[in-house]
C-alpha cells in the first residue's frame, strides 16, 4: 500500500509539471521580442528575457547564468543588426541546439554612424521605431514557433493576427496623432541616434547630440553645430535620453532657449506605461507632438 | 624689508583681492538669459486646389489640417473641388479625411488630388466603409 501510494504521488508530480515541461523555451536578448514571443507564444511558450526593460542593451553583456539557460533554449531571439555584439560568443560558448534567430536581419536597413568611431557606417539596430518592421518580426517569431511546434500552429496564427491588429491601429494612431503636428517642424534633436527609422516613416530629421554621455564628450564643433541647428530651424525641444552629461546640455539650454522634453524611450520597453511596445510607442509619439507643436 | 610682516601680508592680500574681480568677470561663465529660441516664421498660408472624387457618394466628410476643418460637406457629390488656403511647408502637409458612408454598402475609394502652391498635381487614394478616419500625405 505504501508502495502503491508513493508511486501514485511520484505519477501526480509529474503529470502536474507535465505542462510546464511541454511550454516551448524561449530565450530573448530584446525587450521588444520578449513581449512579442509572450503575445504570439500565449501559455504555449515560457519565454525569458534576458535584457530587462531599462537596461541599455548596447551595453548588456550576458552573465554565465543567461548562457546556461540559453543552453537549454528551443528558440534564441536575437535583435540582430550588431545590437548584441556578443553573439559570436553565445553561439560558441553554449553550444546551443536551440534555433538562433536573428529577426532584424529579416528586413532592410538603415545606416547610421557608429557611436564608438564616428567615420565608420554601420546598420542602424532601431528598427522597432518603424512599426511595419514590427509587424515582420511577429510574423517571423509566429512562423519559428510554428516550426518548432506544428501542432500549435492555429494557436500561433490565432494570437499573432490579433497583435498584428493593435499594430495597424497602433500605426493609424500615430498617422493620427502626428498630423497635429507641422511637417515643416518635425526635427529631432535627440541625444541618441535612434530614431531614423521613426524619421523615415513619418517625414522628421533627426540631429543626434553624439557624446551626451559622460564618457564620451562632444567636440564643442558638435556642440556649436547643433546650437546653429535648433536656433535657424526654431526647433522648440531636445530630446535626452538620459541627462548624464549636465554640462552639454546647460550649454544647449543656455544658448538656445529651448526646452528640454521629457525622456523618449530609445533603446526598448520601458516601466508602466511603455512596459509594452504599443504603450511605449504611444509615450513617444506624444511627446514629441507636446514638445515640437 | 622693512614694516610689519602682518602688513606685508594684508597688502598682498590687497593687491590679489583687487586683481580677483576682473579676473572673475573675464572667466565667469556666461549668463545669457534663457530665451526661448525665435520660432521659425510660419510657412506663408497658401492657396491649393482639391479634388475628390468617390466611387459611393458618401454620407459627409470633413476635411481637416491641423486640427483645423477646412473642408466640410453634409450633402456631398461624387465629384467635388474646393479652393483651400493653408501653410504648405517646402517638406507638405498632412490632410485628415473623415468619412461616413451610406450604411449597407461594400468598400468604397476616394480619390483625392492636390493641386500644390506651384501648380503640381498630386493624386492619393483611400479606401473605407462604415466610418473612415485616416490621413493622406502630400507630396
Known amino acids: 500500500m505504501k508502495t502503491f501510494l508513493l508511486s501514485l504521488a511520484a505519477l501526480l508530480a509529474i503529470a502536474a509539471s507535465a505542462p510546464a515541461a511541454d511550454k516551448i523555451r524561449v530565450s530573448s536578448f530584446s525587450t521588444i521580442l520578449t513581449e512579442i514571443a509572450q503575445l504570439v507564444g500565449g501559455d504555449r511558450v515560457d519565454v525569458t528575457g534576458h535584457v530587462k526593460p531599462g537596461i541599455d542593451p548596447h551595453e548588456f553583456e550576458p552573465k554565465p547564468e543567461d548562457l546556461k539557460i540559453i543552453g537549454n533554449a528551443q528558440l534564441v531571439l536575437l535583435s540582430a543588426k550588431h545590437m548584441e555584439s556578443y553573439v559570436g560568443k553565445l553561439k560558441e560558448a553554449t553550444g546551443t541546439k536551440g534555433n538562433l534567430v536573428e529577426v532584424g536581419d529579416n528586413f532592410a536597413s538603415l545606416k547610421m554612424k557608429s557611436e564608438k568611431d564616428p567615420d565608420k557606417v554601420i546598420e542602424d539596430p532601431h528598427w522597432w521605431h518603424s512599426i511595419a518592421n514590427t509587424e515582420k518580426a511577429v510574423k517571423v517569431v509566429r512562423d519559428e514557433l510554428t516550426k518548432i511546434s506544428p501542432a500549435d500552429g492555429k494557436t500561433f496564427a490565432d494570437n499573432a493576427a490579433n497583435y498584428l491588429a493593435k499594430l495597424d491601429e497602433l500605426q493609424k494612431w500615430v498617422k493620427s496623432e502626428l498630423a497635429k503636428l507641422p511637417r515643416d517642424k518635425r526635427k529631432l534633436v535627440t541625444s541618441h541616434d535612434a530614431f531614423q527609422y521613426f524619421a523615415r516613416d513619418n517625414g522628421f530629421t533627426i540631429y543626434p547630440i553624439e557624446g551626451i554621455s559622460s564618457a564620451d564628450q562632444p567636440s564643442s564643433k558638435k556642440v556649436g553645430d547643433i546650437i546653429s541647428v535648433i536656433k535657424s530651424q526654431g526647433v522648440k525641444a531636445i530630446f535626452p535620453e538620459s541627462i548624464e552629461n549636465p554640462k552639454v546640455l546647460q550649454e544647449i539650454t543656455r544658448e538656445t532657449g529651448v526646452k528640454t522634453a521629457p525622456e523618449l524611450y530609445a533603446d526598448g520597453l520601458g516601466e508602466g506605461d511603455a512596459s509594452t511596445y504599443i504603450g511605449m510607442y504611444k509615450h513617444n509619439v506624444t511627446t514629441i507632438v507636446d514638445a515640437l507643436k | ?139
Open chain 2, 1 to 139: 624689508m622693512r614694516g610689519s610682516p602682518l602688513v606685508r601680508a594684508l597688502l598682498a592680500f590687497l593687491i590679489i583681492a583687487s586683481l580677483g574681480w576682473p579676473l572673475w568677470q573675464l572667466t565667469r561663465p556666461e549668463e545669457a538669459a534663457a530665451t526661448a529660441p525665435a520660432p521659425a516664421a510660419a510657412p506663408e498660408k497658401k492657396a491649393i486646389e482639391l479634388h475628390l472624387t468617390f466611387t459611393t457618394v458618401p454620407k459627409s466628410f470633413v476635411v481637416r489640417h491641423l486640427e483645423n476643418d477646412v473642408w466640410k460637406e453634409t450633402a456631398p457629390q461624387a465629384d467635388m473641388d474646393k479652393s483651400v488656403t493653408l501653410e504648405y511647408p517646402p517638406e507638405g502637409v498632412d490632410l485628415q479625411f473623415h468619412i461616413e458612408w451610406p450604411a449597407d454598402v461594400p468598400v468604397s475609394a476616394m480619390r483625392a488630388q492636390l493641386t500644390d502652391p506651384v501648380g503640381d498635381t498630386h493624386d492619393k487614394s483611400l479606401w473605407g466603409k462604415g466610418t473612415t478616419d485616416d490621413v493622406l500625405t502630400f507630396p
